[in-house]
């Protein structure tokens, strides 16, 4: 990784961060994605950092030495001989309205490289107070140095899934969203509630072909620019659906299709049908 400058985070706990390039000469071997899942938890940090930060938490000592015990439920914790908790911290905001985000998590042979970005308070009403924006992700542990890069926000993927009402069991709902970079499996998706930023997600080992993908969506749906539409009568009869969610620079299109072949789908929507379940089943098998 060429010229790759780190975001100068300052270690709350483990870990500190400098600058890094591979002027060396040093052979880092190939780039590849870092399989890792969001992780959300109900305690709260002891400690508001006072500027931009990271922690790495490598025990559950470590997790009860950093954050609050959660008062009303339990948080399943990773299995910390295997995994780590990587958590990035924005530091002390004037308002609300701000986040950090982690974006991709990426190895070579010789690092790890964190990409994150930011965004600041809107023009709408925001709470008054100061605010500790943060993000934490689950990591397979390593021993490679951990280095972050500051990037813009990816707003171009699509969102594909499977919904059924009268349904019990992991396969009920089934949704991923397509990057050019990498792919996303979100987690227990309540049926019929379809914003997925309220969601935990893992982040699969691999990419596809996003391009590829996009190539198939029919004119009729890629005219509906920002828009939201219904064909048919989705899981009407306990059927089920299909979602397609299509982000274009922000803008967003979102369709929803029956599984049975109703008169208002023409046969480029039924093929298009087709090409998204396929696809569910192929990235099933990945995950």
Known sequence: ????????????????????????????????????????????????PKQPSFIIVN???EMQKLFTAC????????????????????????????SIKIQSVVEDDCQIIVEYFETTGGDGALSQVITYPTDYVVL?????????????????YATIGTYVG????SDCQQFFRIEKEKVLRYLKVNYGSYDFNQYNYKALGFKDDFTAFLSKI??????????TKTFGSPDSHDQGGIYFEWSQGGVMTKVYLDIDNSADQTQNIILFKKVIQDKIAELKTKA
């Open 1 to 48: 990784m060429k010229n790759l400058i780190s975001i100068l985070f300052v270690a709350l706990s483990f870990y500190s961060c400098n600058d890094i390039t591979d002027d060396n000469g040093q052979n880092c071997g190939s780039i590849t994605n870092v399989v890792y899942e969001s992780f959300s938890y109900c305690g709260v940090l002891k400690e508001n």
């Open 59 to 61: 025990s559950n000592e």
């Open 71 to 98: 008062a009303t439920f339990d948080v399943a914790l990773p299995d910390f001989t295997q995994k780590r908790i990587l958590g990035l911290l924005a530091g002390p905001k004037p308002t609300g309205g701000y």
């Open 140 to 156: 397979p542990k390593s021993s490679k140095p951990v280095f972050f890069k500051k990037v813009n926000k990816i707003n171009n």
């Open 166 to 169: 009268e349904c019990s069991g």
């Open 218 to 227: 029919p004119t009729e749906i890629a005219a509906l620019k920002g828009q």
